[in-house]
């Protein structure tokens, strides 16, 4: 059984049906949005398929898929999970079993720009994995923030079906591009209503919720070196320090879009640091 849920329609181009602006700072790294949609989505979906969850006596979610940093919707899928699970205690059933699409490539082309034909071929040359035996036979929610072209979700039934896979899958969106009129980089237009600037996504990265995500940090490691030092000159060093250890984990200083910036952040760490305590830091030989 495969099955599709998304809590907002998109029909119409100049009638958004959620914020744009709330949307666009989610997208950017806000943690209290993210948590905001997800208690509408929960709450939406919960209202239609209550049933078919409570049949089940052991139910996965599998945010959207990352290498080592979280994409949005990933805190968007902690948050649902959180309240499925209370869901799921009120009415005396197992909590949610969370499991993970795995994927071994990144890429540094805006995504969002992108029709369907170009996303498929974009993400059909990364490495996705999906561990089949642990899901066979079960219930699965696969969470994403946006169904634009559904070529992510036409890549996960790919990956079912070459392996075999049997169990009820949901697809669960918090919006979703009905009218096919429109062209894809709606989605940019969505991502980039908020962050115009470095002065706006300033606003977010210094604000109380924010965490850091795979969109925001490669946003800051593309910046020009003007628009970085302004932001670096807004932002507290202690931000940069984590955005430079999460690229790392990430494998960012090997690509070569964003090995420049990542070099000036780590360089400035070390003046900082050298400032603070006296340290000197001795360049390792090659």
Known sequence: MNLSYSLYKITDQH??????????????????????????????????????????????????????????????????KTKMNAFLYENNKKALVESKIHRNQTYTTDYGNLDYNERVRLIANDTYYIDRN??????????????????????????????????????????????????????????????????SLSKIINSKSFVFNTRTVKYILKLERNDLLSLMEMVDSSRFEQLFHLSISNNYHTIADYKENLSYINQSIKNKITQNYGYQFTERST
């Open 15 to 80: 009638n958004c049906p959620f914020s744009e602006s709330e949307y666009s700072k989610f997208k950017f790294g806000d943690s209290a949005l993210a948590e905001k949609f997800a208690e509408e989505l929960f709450n939406g979906f919960i209202s239609q398929h209550k049933e078919l969850i409570l049949a089940h006596d052991e139910v996965v979610i599998l945010p959207s898929p990352y290498h080592s940093i979280p994409t949005a919707s990933n805190y968007l899928s902690f948050h649902f």
């Open 134 to 199: 642990f899901i066979n036979g079960k219930l699965c929610l696969f969470m994403d923030d946006i169904k634009i072209t559904g070529s992510h979700e036409h890549i996960v039934k790919k990956i079912l079906n070459q392996y075999s896979v049997e169990g009820n899958f949901i697809f669960v969106y918090y919006a979703e591009l009905l009218n096919k009129d429109i062209h894809p980089n709606i989605e940019n237009y969505y991502n980039y209503f908020f962050v115009k600037d470095v002065e």
